[in-house]
């Protein structure tokens, strides 16, 4: 499969493939809602902000924050059809509260514009004390998941 048949078959993928590569991407004339998407992604290109959502939406426990996680294949990797996290990624730790976290977002400015956003592949629950970390390759973005 060459690039273009990959990126084909990613759907909007290529907005992160291109952002975690350093390439500019080229926006199709028809696809005219990817331009904002593609001015905010290319906008801040050299870290990602990593969010945490829950049912009702991103998590807001005392001290919860963005990760952000540097835009290179040290940090990212492209496995098959899918985007990967390649280090460790630590959350502060859950202070207040029960909260159940469904999903994660890669974000780009401090609004976390969505560049894309996954799925976990099952509900961690956080309380007090509990700190949140995912393990190299645990995030997993696929084509049908992107923003």
Same mark, same amino acid.
């Given at each position: ?9 990613? %759907? ?31 906008? !801040? ?15 807001? !426990?005392?001290? !919860? ?12 990797? =492209? ?9 460790? =990624? ?7 509260? =029960? ?5 994660? %977002?890669? %974000? ?40």
């Amino acid at each position: 499969m060459n690039r273009r048949e990959l990126l084909k078959a990613l %759907g909007l993928a290529p907005v992160l493939v291109e952002a975690l590569s350093g390439r500019a991407a080229r926006a199709e004339p028809t696809t005219v809602s990817m331009a904002a998407p593609l001015e905010k992604a290319f906008a !801040y290109p050299s870290h990602f902000l990593i969010s945490l959502h829950g049912p009702k939406g991103e998590l807001a !426990y005392r001290d !919860y924050q963005r990760v952000s996680i540097e835009r290179s294949p040290a940090c990212w990797r =492209i496995e098959d059809m899918d985007v990967l996290n390649n280090t460790l =990624i630590t959350f502060p730790r859950c202070n207040d509260g =029960i909260w159940l976290v469904t999903g994660f %977002g890669v %974000g780009v400015d401090a609004d976390c514009f969505a560049v894309a956003r996954g799925d976990l592949s099952f509900p961690l629950t956080l309380m007090s004390g509990i700190q949140p970390v995912f393990d190299k390759g645990s995030l997993r973005i696929d084509g049908g998941l992107f923003a």
